[in-house]
């Protein structure tokens, strides 16, 4: 199925793509069976379960590897608790250095900083969320970094536990979920936001050859009304990093 085939999939789908009703946050103990991980609540409500764990004086770690996908779903998290609680002081850390050129011309176009976790004080923040992974993900995932909330897409992966959670591994981009986060918030999202999660489902999704459901694709036409697309095509293209370009003078 061609992109523009998806594209008109999603735009005929319904004039709000999202579900009312999905798989989505809940309570995880470290005996709960897999199948139990998650619940079927409104996003409403789980929204408002979710909001209703900060205050504005809270400070917030989110913890990712820093993909296109991980970077957006990180901006998103970051937009809808500042917006609804008026968050004090949150930091992006990365599991993972920076090192496609790509994921770095994003970062730096969007004016992002996403520090080393050896480079932050991570007993100065009380809540630390890790998005697009899974704590069993790491083989040596620090103690100090024990995650309170997990957002992901992926298949849950060994014996974890997280006080909110939201793991959904039927989407094909975690920046779908965070869309509908966004939406249900009723936030104005700004333009970079935009353009970091269409991009983050274009990549994700490998331009909808992997598996993907309806809610990817009508997140990715969304935010087509209102992304920089012209700062995307620049992103895409830029995939030789600076230092080589000399060998082809």
């Given at each position: 199925?061609?992109?523009?085939?998806?594209?008109?999939?999603?735009?005929?789908?319904?004039?709000?793509?999202?579900?009312?009703?999905?798989?989505?946050?809940?309570?995880?103990?470290?005996?709960?069976?897999?199948?139990?991980?998650?619940?079927?609540?409104?996003?409403?409500?789980?929204?408002?379960?979710?909001?209703?764990?900060?205050?504005?004086?809270?400070?917030?770690?989110?913890?990712?590897?820093?993909?296109?996908?991980?970077?957006?779903?990180?901006?998103?998290?970051?937009?809808?608790?500042?917006?609804?609680?008026?968050?004090?002081?949150?930091?992006?850390?990365?599991?993972?250095?920076?090192?496609?050129?790509?994921?770095?011309?994003?970062?730096?176009?969007?004016?992002?900083?996403?520090?080393?976790?050896?480079?932050?004080?991570?007993?100065?923040?009380?809540?630390?969320?890790?998005?697009?992974?899974?704590?069993?993900?790491?083989?040596?995932?620090?103690?100090?970094?024990?995650?309170?909330?997990?957002?992901?897409?992926?298949?849950?992966?060994?014996?974890?536990?997280?006080?909110?959670?939201?793991?959904?591994?039927?989407?094909?981009?975690?920046?779908?979920?965070?869309?509908?986060?966004?939406?249900?918030?009723r936030i104005k999202i700004p333009r970079n936001l935009h353009t970091a999660l269409l991009y983050?489902?274009?990549?994700?999704?490998?331009?909808?050859?992997?598996?993907?459901?309806?809610?990817?694709?009508?997140?990715?036409?969304?935010?087509?009304?209102?992304?920089?697309?012209?700062?995307?095509?620049?992103?895409?293209?830029?995939?030789?990093?600076?230092?080589?370009?000399?060998?082809?003078?």
């Amino acid at each position: 199925m061609t992109l523009a085939t998806l594209f008109l999939s999603a735009v005929f789908h319904t004039h709000f793509p999202f579900r009312s009703h999905a798989c989505i946050m809940t309570e995880h103990k470290a005996d709960t069976p897999k199948k139990a991980i998650v619940k079927h609540r409104s996003l409403k409500e789980a929204i408002e379960r979710f909001c209703a764990q900060f205050s504005s004086k809270d400070h917030v770690l989110i913890v990712i590897d820093p993909d296109p996908d991980a970077i957006a779903s990180a901006m998103a998290l970051r937009e809808i608790l500042q917006r609804t609680k008026g968050l004090s002081k949150s930091a992006f850390v990365s599991t993972e250095p920076l090192d496609r050129q790509q994921n770095i011309e994003l970062v730096s176009c969007l004016h992002l900083d996403i520090q080393r976790m050896n480079q932050v004080d991570v007993a100065s923040y009380r809540v630390t969320a890790l998005l697009d992974a899974q704590p069993s993900f790491f083989t040596h995932f620090p103690d100090a970094l024990r995650p309170q909330i997990v957002f992901d897409h992926h298949p849950y992966e060994g014996q974890w536990s997280a006080e909110l959670m939201d793991v959904r591994p039927n989407y094909g981009a975690l920046s779908s979920i965070l869309t509908e986060y966004l939406l249900c918030s009723r936030i104005k999202i700004p333009r970079n936001l935009h353009t970091a999660l269409l991009y983050g489902i274009k990549t994700d999704t490998d331009n909808f050859d992997r598996a993907t459901i309806i809610e990817d694709i009508s997140a990715y036409a969304y935010h087509t009304k209102y992304a920089n697309m012209p700062l995307i095509r620049r992103i895409e293209l830029n995939q030789t990093p600076d230092r080589f370009l000399k060998y082809f003078h």
